[in-house]
């Protein structure tokens, strides 16, 4: 995934491309650049961070009222100052930064080699460039026609911008299955792959749909047509988010800041969707098709990464309080193993970009076998809100940092919602039980903040197992998904192997890795299997493993056989994710600064996955 924004108006566009990449930095960060028209079209870009871009373009200058800007996270061609964006068409007339992948490229590419051009990247981008120079040669049109020409040729995910040397009043921007955000000011207009470069300038906004153009002239006009250059009228939204949303706000890493910004958004999340005074559930989407989704043959939970692990979290949920069949599916296995799956089904998609590839792939596919899919995303405006035919947002506002934390805990907070929503409408819960819950639910955020407030404790022990090669996350029920996530939460951001068990199959093979080099965090919080957690963990111990168990406040048991206890406020166990995710977020984050990692930005990874 990479980050594109552009702008042209009646300000310096440099600080404005700038700071629009680095907001954007998140969404991939291998190379960078930015192109400027002052009479002349120039080109910066170089590997690196937008940090190496700005030194490489300190001497320069870069003044100029019109301007596109490009980080990248490579898919085609290696991260370097070649394949880094934007791209010169073979006139060096044409410009264009990309994000997405143009498949067709290779054909294109061979066909524009016969016709005498030459290639100086690896890229599928410059290949489109030079596409669109072709048509525009071969058929004597405006850069417009020949944009709208080219991309009904080209297969594949795309947004762009291209920008022509000769025509320093107008940009051109597209999509198809990446996101694009036009921000519309007084006479000025910024475009960027969110909102997030444009909030502090304007709250105007329109969102691209799919094979869709928008023509912006300085003039500050502009017009939106489709593929079939069918003109559209724009529907323009108010922007929700703040500027201060997105910056760190007093946080050393935007992660730490979104670990602590949990108990906020859980409430955020609940706000206007419950009352425990008079037992009810208000969920918009959820409720238009309550009907078909208590008569669904099962429920079929799709996602990736730590989407995929609050799916499993609600899978527990809804087959424990509802009674309906729920099969959580990696997307990127869905979408290619010929799912049987028909009108009867429910397809919940969770993905907290709501960019996911391979999730929009599993989506189209259940979509196309009559499923009702019922999105959970937290980006307003998002590809999966969109073809979803119902939804809720999780509110947890812009999540910046890499490793997902408030997103899964916002994702929970909507799935056990969804779940006592079916579980009344179907009756499988007691009115005074449902009420109960929602009490509790409604006490979650205070103590997700008691769960906070042990943040000194869990960097002592982070200090303790920094260096340690291999980590055992280990749960039963509801506890088993939160190993998964908290497994997740150590690899990708410290870089140690990390692994998330049932707590029960140590004995199928991973107690073979035990011994006083292996730390084993285990959550240890369920009633419900709490004899049997004590006996793995004295399994642990007989091979001297050292244990750091997740407790219950007040638990005397575990306290004298586990080498580190972490107790966290005691909660009903349906709920008791929001609160045992907390130290295991801080025991990763903490673990990863101390190992010197680039915690919001860590290595490979992009924040949301939308190429395959
Ligand atoms: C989680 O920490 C990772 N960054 C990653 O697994 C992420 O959850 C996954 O790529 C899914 O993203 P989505 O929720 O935006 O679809």
């Given amino acids: 995934m990479c980050g594109i924004v552009g702008y042209i108006g009646n300000r310096e566009v440099f600080p404005i491309l700038l700071k629009g990449l680095k907001r954007l930095e998140y969404r991939g960060y291998d190379s960078a650049g930015i192109a ?5 079209l120039h080109v910066y870009k170089k590997a690196g961070k937008v940090s190496d871009l700005e030194k490489h373009i300190a001497d320069s200058d870069v003044t100029s009222t019109i301007g596109i800007g490009h980080t990248r996270w490579a898919t085609h061609g290696a991260p370097n100052d070649e394949n880094a964006h934007p791209h010169l068409s073979q006139s060096g007339n044409l410009t264009i930064i990309h994000n997405g992948i143009i498949e067709n490229y290779a054909s294109i590419k061979t066909e524009l080699k016969g016709r005498g051009y030459t290639f100086h990247s690896d890229t599928d981008t410059e290949v489109l460039i030079n596409l669109i120079e072709e048509i525009k040669k071969q058929e004597k049109c405006t850069l417009e ?4 020409i080219a991309l009904n040729q080209v297969i594949g995910a795309y947004a762009i911008v291209v920008m022509d040397k000769n025509n320093p009043n107008q940009l051109i921007a597209a999509r198809k299955g990446s996101p694009l955000v036009l921000g519309i000011g007084e006479k000025e207009f910024f475009i960027a792959s969110d909102a997030s470069p444009i909030v502090e300038y304007t709250k105007n906004v329109v969102y691209l749909d799919d094979q869709e153009y928008a023509v912006i002239n300085r003039t500050g006009d502009f017009y939106i047509k489709t593929l079939g250059n069918v003109e559209k009228s ?3 939204q108010k922007l929700e988010m703040s500027i201060e949303a997105i910056e760190k706000g007093g946080f050393e890493h935007f992660m730490l800041k979104e670990i602590y910004e949990q108990p906020k958004v859980i409430a955020d999340s609940l706000r206007g969707r419950m009352s425990a005074v008079e037992g009810w559930i208000k969920l918009g989407g959820l409720d238009e098709y309550i009907n078909r989704i208590n008569n669904a043959h099962r429920i079929i939970i799709t996602a990736c990464g730590t989407s995929w692990h609050s799916g499993l979290i609600g899978e527990y949920l809804i087959e424990e309080l509802a009674r309906v069949n729920v099969e959580v599916e990696y997307a990127s296995e869905f979408r290619y193993r010929n799912p049987i799956i028909n009108s009867s089904d429910v397809v919940l998609a969770i993905s907290q970009s709501g960019e996911t590839a391979d999730t929009l792939a599993a989506i189209e596919l259940a979509k196309e076998r009559q499923a009702l899919i019922y999105g959970i995303c937290n980006v307003i405006g998002s590809s999966i809100a969109r073809v979803s035919h119902a939804g809720s947002y999780t509110h947890a506002g812009p999540e910046i940092g890499v490793a997902s934390t408030k997103a899964f805990s916002t994702q929970v907070s909507i799935l056990i919602l969804i779940a006592l929503q079916i579980a009344k409408h179907k009756g499988t819960i007691a009115n005074s039980k449902l009420r109960e819950i929602l009490y509790e639910l409604e006490n979650i955020p205070k103590k997700v903040e008691k769960a906070l407030a042990l943040d000194e404790q869990v960097k002592e022990i982070a200090a303790i197992y920094k260096d340690a090669p291999n980590f055992l996350y280990l749960g039963r029920g509801l506890n088993f998904p939160v190993a998964l996530e908290g497994a997740l939460k150590l690899k990708e951001i410290s870089y140690i192997h ?6 029960a199959e140590m004995k199928h093979g991973p107690i073979a890795l035990i011994d006083e080099a292996m730390p084993v965090v285990f959550l240890a919080t369920n009633q419900s ?15 001297k493993g050292k244990v750091i168990a997740i407790v219950n406040e007040g638990d005397t048991e575990i306290k004298e056989i586990a080498d580190h206890v972490i107790e966290v406020p005691a909660t009903e166990e349906i709920l008791s994710p929001l609160v045992t995710i907390v130290p295991l977020q801080l025991l990763s984050y903490h673990i990863a600064v101390m190992r010197g990692a680039n915690v919001d930005q860590p290595r490979n990874l992009a924040k949301s996955v939308t190429v395959e």
């Fill in 36 to 40: 400027i028209l002052n009479g002349d």
């Fill in 145 to 148: 026609d020949a944009v709208r």
């Fill in 234 to 236: 724009p529907a323009i």
């Fill in 498 to 503: 990390a692994e998330g068990y049932p707590a």
């Fill in 529 to 543: 299997a709490y004899e049997k957690i004590i006996s793995n963990i004295q399994e642990v111990k007989a091979r």
